[in-house]
């Protein structure tokens, strides 16, 4: 079976720029969790969608903003980049938010953003 | 709100010898907790989680930690490291299912001929 998959692999922009990146889950999963891993940090959450609705956000600004489509494929925008926006982003799948801790999070190998 | 604090940004073993990576979490209710492995320029792959079962997890390659709540504490080890275990591993912790994962800083595993 396929895993999660990102694309693009990798993306340069600079500053100012708007990017869209996509995320594919696991099939049969339909909860999708976006992650931002700045170089040498631990992941930070984004937001969570499940069937297509916004189930939780981090501690982004709203130049942050994303969505899930029917077939619960995922894509994270961000407007007006900056300098600082460079990092790699994670898309992390789920079979459901409701499931307890049993519901475990499958990563896709991330879209590297530098910003120039 | 949670937390994770993993002791020690990286941490050298020789090839054979004992690993032992550190995790201390902050939690007001009973925690999940996951360790998982980041190998260069790859995403996030699961090694184990603590479901409140066993306080001995065992996850894959070999690897094993221990929940102790006591200590807030969730280590990870393994007892004879190999070349293939270089790599970053972060500890995370959430609360229930519907929570996103809260992530250590990571460390990252040097393994030396």
């Known amino acids: 079976d396929a895993g999660v998959t990102q694309s693009p692999t990798h993306l340069i922009k600079t500053r100012g720029q708007q990017v869209t990146l996509r995320c594919s889950p696991i099939?049969?999963?339909?909860?999708v969790s976006w992650y931002q891993q700045v170089l040498g940090q631990g992941p930070q959450f984004i937001f969570q969608?499940?069937?297509?609705?916004?189930?939780g956000r981090g501690n982004f600004p709203d130049r942050f903003s994303a969505r899930q489509f029917p077939n619960y494929s995922s894509e994270l925008n961000v407007n007006a980049l900056l300098l600082g926006d460079s990092a790699l982003y994670l898309c992390?799948?789920?079979?459901?938010?409701?499931?307890?801790?049993?519901?475990?999070?499958?990563f896709g190998p991330g879209t590297r953003l530098t910003v120039l | 709100a949670q937390s994770v604090t993993q002791l020690g940004s990286h941490v050298s073993v020789s090839e054979g010898a004992l690993v032992l990576l550190r995790c201390n979490y902050s939690?007001?209710?009973?925690?999940?907790l996951f360790w998982y492995v980041q190998y260069p320029n790859q995403g996030l792959q699961l090694l184990l989680k603590y479901t409140s079962a066993a306080t001995l997890v065992k996850g894959i390659n070999g690897f094993e930690a221990e929940f102790k709540k006591s200590e807030t504490s969730f280590h990870l080890t393994k007892p004879s490291a190999h070349m293939s275990d270089a790599a970053e591993y972060f500890c995370a912790v959430r609360t229930s299912g519907n929570t996103p994962l809260v992530f250590g800083k990571g460390t990252r595993l040097s393994v030396i001929a």
């Open positions: 939690s007001s209710v009973p925690p999940y």
């Open positions: 992390a799948s789920s079979l459901s938010v409701d499931r307890g801790f049993t519901d475990t999070q499958y």
């Open positions: 969608y499940y069937e297509k609705e916004e189930r």
């Open positions: 099939s049969g999963h339909k909860s």
